[in-house]
RNA sequence: GGAGGGGUGGCAGAGUGGUCUAAUGCGGCGGUCUUGAAAACCGCUGUGGGCUGACGCUCACCGGGGGUUCGAAUCCCUCCCCCUCCGCCA
C-alpha cells in the first residue's frame, strides 16, 4: 500500500501518478485524507484523556495504599466518566482507521517516473528484440497439432478429468515438462544467485492481501474448503503464482541490512480461475487454470532495486536464449501494469504456430508497496533506522506458454521436435521422436 | 479426530490486579583497565502511532481481537499458532 504520509505530503503528487493508470483510483484520495484526519484527531485527544487516567489511577493506588479509602472513592468517580469518553474516541479511530485502510487496500501502485504513459497493451514500448522469427521449409504445425501427434498432451482427457483449461501431460510431453522445471531451476540457482525454495500451494489470505492480489482480484483465485466445514471457506487459497508465498517469507521481520539482497526461486504449479478471460475454453496451453512457472523474487535496498530489475529481467531472457527462442521484452505503460508494480517488463516469446508473440515471463519491481502491505522492513545499519526493502518479482519462466514455443520453434520436417543442447540432459534425448505410426 | 501443556524483549526465563518505567541471565553495542586480547567492572540495548520548528512530550504494544476494572502481562470470552501423547494416515 502506499505511504499514508506520502499522501498526505505530497497529495497532488500521488494524484497525478496515479491518474497515469486511466483507472479513476486518484478519486479516492480525499476520502482517504478524510478520513485519516479523523482518525488523527480522535487519536489525539484519546490520548491526551489516557494520559490524565494513567496518572489519576496511579494516585488511587497511592490512596488506598495508605488506607485513605473515601479519596480513593471520589477520585475513582472522576475517571469513570473519562473512560467512557476515551471509548468512544477510541472506537472513533479505529472505525476510521479501518475504513482508510480499506480504501488504501485498493489503491493501485505509484508507477514509476520512467514509465511510458499509456491507455493499454498497445502503448507499450518495445525495449528490445531477441532472434528472428523462425522460418519453415514445410508446413508448420501449431502446438496442439504437434501435441496430439506427439501424443504430448491429451487435451480431451485433460477436460474429461478437471474440465477445460486443464492439462493432461503424457509421456514425452509429461517429460519435457519436468525437465524444463528442472533446467529453469538449476540455471537460476547456479548460474543467476538465487536459493530455492519450495513453498506451499496453499496459501492465506493474508499472504494474498500482502502481494496485492487481495482485495481487489479475490474473484481471480480458487478459494479452499476443508472437507465438508463451510466456515473454513475463504481462509486457504490455491496460489495464482509463488510470489503469494515466496515474497510473503518474510513478512513482519526486519532483516539486518547485511542480509540483503535476498534472492528466491521457487517452482512451482499456479491455479487461476481465469474468470470472464478471453481465451479460455478454447483448446491449448495459451490459457489455462493451472500452469508451471519457476518464479524469482528478491528482497531489496531500495537504493538497488532498479540494477536488480534489469538483473532479473536478464536472468529470465537467459532461459529463453539457451532455448534458442526469438523473444522481445516490453516495458508495460501506466495503464497496462499490475496493481502492484510501479515499473514492469514482460518477456514474450515468438510461437511461429500462433503467429504472435505469448507473454512467458513479468518482471517488477513493486519497490516498497508490498514490504508494506506486509511490514517487511530492514534495519539500516548507518543510523539503526527501519526501512522498508524493494519487492520484486519476475517469472522465470511461465511454463506452458514457454512449451508451446519450444515444440513450435523446433519442429523438423519429419515431425520431430529437435530439442535444444542445454535441455538434452534434462530430458535424456536430442529429440522428441516422430510417430512411428500415422496418428 | 481425542486428551493434555504452552505462547512474555534478539535468545533463555521470572512475573497471577497498583513504584511493571517487565526481574535475572545470556547475547549485542559503547566505555574503563591493557602493548593487544581475554577476564572484570560501568553504561546502553524493542516496535509502531500522535503532537512539536526543534530539544522533547505522550499513547499503545507481553500471540491476535473483544470484555471486566479507576487501573490488566496478570481476571473473563473468543480466535490463531506451537509442543507432547493417543487414534488415523502418504
Redesign the pocket.
Known amino acids: 500500500m502506499l505511504d499514508?504520509?506520502l499522501l498526505r505530503d505530497r497529495t497532488e503528487f500521488v494524484r497525478e501518478r496515479l491518474a497515469t493508470r486511466n483507472a479513476g483510483d486518484e478519486a479516492k484520495v480525499t476520502e482517504i485524507l478524510a478520513l485519516d484526519e479523523s482518525r488523527?484527531s480522535a487519536?489525539?485527544e484519546?490520548?491526551?484523556l489516557?494520559?490524565r487516567?494513567?496518572?489519576?489511577?496511579?494516585e488511587?493506588?497511592g490512596l488506598?495504599?495508605q488506607k485513605r479509602l473515601e479519596e480513593?472513592e471520589a477520585?475513582?468517580a472522576e475517571?469513570?466518566a473519562?473512560?467512557d469518553r476515551i471509548?468512544e474516541l477510541d472506537k472513533t479511530a479505529?472505525q476510521s482507521e479501518a475504513a482508510r485502510d480499506a480504501l488504501l487496500l485498493m489503491i493501485p501502485n505509484l508507477p514509476h517516473a520512467s514509465v511510458a504513459l499509456g491507455k493499454d497493451a498497445e502503448d507499450n514500448p518495445e525495449i528490445r528484440v531477441h532472434g528472428q522469427k523462425a522460418s519453415f521449409d514445410f508446413k508448420a504445425l501449431n502446438h496442439v497439432e504437434l501435441c496430439e501427434k506427439l501424443k504430448l498432451i491429451d487435451f480431451a482427457r485433460g477436460a474429461k478429468l478437471s474440465g477445460s483449461g486443464f492439462l493432461l501431460y503424457t509421456g514425452w510431453g509429461a517429460r519435457l515438462e519436468r525437465a524444463l522445471i528442472n533446467f529453469l531451476l538449476d540455471l537460476h540457482l547456479s548460474e543467476h544467485g538465487y536459493t530455492e525454495v519450495a513453498p506451499p500451494y496453499i496459501v492465506g489470505e493474508h499472504c494474498m492481501i500482502g502481494v496485492g492480489q487481495f482485495p481487489k482480484f479475490r474473484d481471480q483465485a480458487y478459494a479452499v474448503q476443508e472437507g465438508l466445514d463451510a466456515s473454513t471457506l475463504g481462509k486457504l487459497y490455491l496460489l495464482p503464482t509463488a510470489e503469494a508465498p515466496v515474497a510473503n517469507i518474510h513478512r513482519e521481520e526486519?532483516l539486518a541490512e547485511k542480509q540483503l539482497p535476498v534472492r528466491y526461486c521457487a517452482y512451482s504449479p499456479c491455479f487461476r480461475a481465469e474468470a470472464g478471460a478471453a481465451g479460455l475454453g478454447t483448446r491449448g496451453m495459451i490459457r489455462v487454470h493451472q500452469f508451471d512457472k519457476v518464479e524469482l523474487i528478491k528482497v531489496v535496498h531500495p537504493d538497488h532495486g532498479y540494477e536488480e530489475l534489469e538483473k532479473m529481467v536478464q536472468n529470465a531472457e537467459t532461459v529463453l536464449q539457451r532455448l534458442g527462442l526469438h523473444y522481445r521484452v516490453i516495458n508495460l505503460c501506466t495503464g497496462d501494469m499490475g496493481f502492484a508494480s510501479a515499473k514492469t517488463y514482460d518477456i514474450e516469446v515468438w510461437a511461429p504456430g500462433q503467429g504472435t508473440f505469448l507473454e512467458v515471463s513479468s518482471c517488477s519491481n513493486c519497490e516498497d508497496y508490498q514490504s508494506r502491505r506486509m511490514n517487511l522492513?530492514f534495519?539500516r545499519e548507518s543510523d539503526?533506522q527501519?526501512l522498508f526493502p524493494h519487492l520484486l518479482n519476475g517469472s522465470g519462466t511461465a511454463l506452458a506458454r514457454l512449451f508451446v514455443a519450444l515444440v513450435e520453434t523446433h519442429q523438423q520436417a519429419d515431425g520431430s521436435v529437435r530439442i535444444p543442447e542445454p535441455l538434452r540432459p534434462y530430458l535424456g534425448t536430442d529429440v522428441i521422436p516422430a510417430p512411428t505410426q500415422p496418428a
Open positions: 499514508m504520509k488523527r487519536l489525539a484519546a490520548e491526551q489516557k494520559a487516567r494513567n496518572s489519576a489511577s496511579k488511587i493506588g488506598i495504599g480513593a477520585k475513582k475517571v469513570r473519562l473512560g471509548t479505529a526486519i522492513r534495519k539503526g527501519n
